[in-house]
């Protein structure tokens, strides 16, 4: 069974630019979820999408970050225009239920904004 | 304002020994952790839980102990081999509710 996939692994664009990330959950599964990790932070929430309502959007840092999930399948995540502290890795994870199961994570796409 | 609480950024253990890694919460509605595992360029690896309900939950040479009055776990790693080097992510959730991670302690198993 295949993992989460994330598309590109790593990504530089210049300030004002945008960039469009997308996850692929494992099939089946209709929770997915989005991260973000600033280099030395923690792990960061940024929404919860349940097929292809946001169940919890409330980590979106702010305006410029549009999260979409057609059809309930894969998700984007556009951020634009970017900022320099939008830097980071972000990481999108899948599961079958919102509850205590586990999320599968994927390697993540390392975001750099120069 | 960090709900959970790394407060190791590294730990270096030999090869065989044990490993114990510390995270502290703030948060009482929590009432689920969790550890995951992390190797670079990775995501993090889901590696064991622990519901509220417990004080303790072993898998192998991994076992969490969730101290509640003291709003304390930890992941004990017994023996530790050189393939667990890792960064280890303590994480909590309330409910239905979103995760929240710890910073992350950085093992380093010397062979």
């Known amino acids: 069974e295949a993992g989460v996939t994330q598309f590109p692994s790593h990504s530089v664009i210049e300030k004002g630019q945008t960039v469009t990330l997308r996850c692929d959950p494992i099939s089946g599964h209709d929770n997915l979820y989005w991260y973000r990790r600033v280099m030395g932070k923690e792990i960061k929430f940024l929404l919860h999408f349940v097929k292809e309502s946001k169940q919890d959007e409330s980590g979106m840092p702010n305006n410029r970050f549009l999260a979409e999930r057609t059809g309930g399948t894969y998700s984007t995540l556009k951020v634009q225009p970017a900022e320099l502290e939008d830097s980071g890795v972000y990481f999108c994870a899948s599961s079958l239920g919102p509850g205590p199961y586990e999320q599968y994570f994927g390697p993540g796409t390392r975001l750099t904004v120069t | 304002d960090q709900q959970v609480k790394q407060n190791s950024p590294s730990l270096s253990v030999q090869e065989g020994r044990i490993s114990i890694l510390n995270c502290d919460y703030t948060n009482s509605m929590f009432d689920y952790f969790l550890w995951y595992k992390k190797y670079p360029a990775e995501g993090p690896t889901f590696l064991i839980s622990?519901?509220?309900?417990?004080d303790k939950n072993e898998d192998g040479r991994f076992t969490v102990f969730l101290n509640k009055s003291a709003k304390h776990l930890s992941l004990h790693i017994v023996p530790s081999q050189p393939g667990d080097s890792a960064v280890y992510f303590c994480?909590?959730?309330?409910?239905?509710?979103?995760?929240?991670f710890g910073i992350g302690t950085k093992l380093q198993v010397i062979p």
């Open positions: 994480a909590a959730k309330g409910g239905y509710q979103k995760v929240t």
């Open positions: 622990i519901s509220s309900i417990k």
